[in-house]
């Protein structure tokens, strides 16, 4: 299985974006999944994820401007964010936990200018 997100780019502060993250050679169904963000020099963070129970959670800084979605039926997965702040600049990650074992996707660049 192999994933490919996109959907990065230059916002400005208080816009939005929509990150999406597509699966090949199999499929997210209900298997644990997340967005993960890194900057230089620092480790990578989880931003939002759905459990295997369907349970949501999300990092503190980011509750209430971003929501993390899946659609089975298109086999993507999205990260919805709002009112971006500055410091979420980095690259954002998607990863899927599947039979044990993470499979990360190749990351996109997000750049919000204040």
């Known amino acids: 299985v192999q994933l490919q997100a996109f959907g990065g780019g230059l916002v400005q502060a208080g816009g939005s974006l929509r990150l999406s993250c597509s699966a090949s050679g199999g499929t997210f169904g209900y298997n644990a999944i997340g967005w993960y963000r890194q900057t230089p020099g620092k480790q990578r963070e989880l931003v939002a994820g759905?459990?295997?129970?369907?349970?949501?959670n999300y990092a503190d800084s980011v509750k209430g401007r971003f929501t993390i979605s899946r659609d089975i039926r298109k086999n993507t997965m999205y990260l919805q964010m709002d009112s971006l702040k500055p410091e979420d600049t980095a690259v954002y990650y998607c990863?899927?936990?599947?039979?044990?074992?993470?499979?990360w996707g190749q990351g996109t660049l997000v750049t919000v200018s204040s």
């Open positions: 759905i459990r295997s129970d369907r349970s949501v």
């Open positions: 990863k899927m936990f599947r039979l044990g074992r993470d499979i």
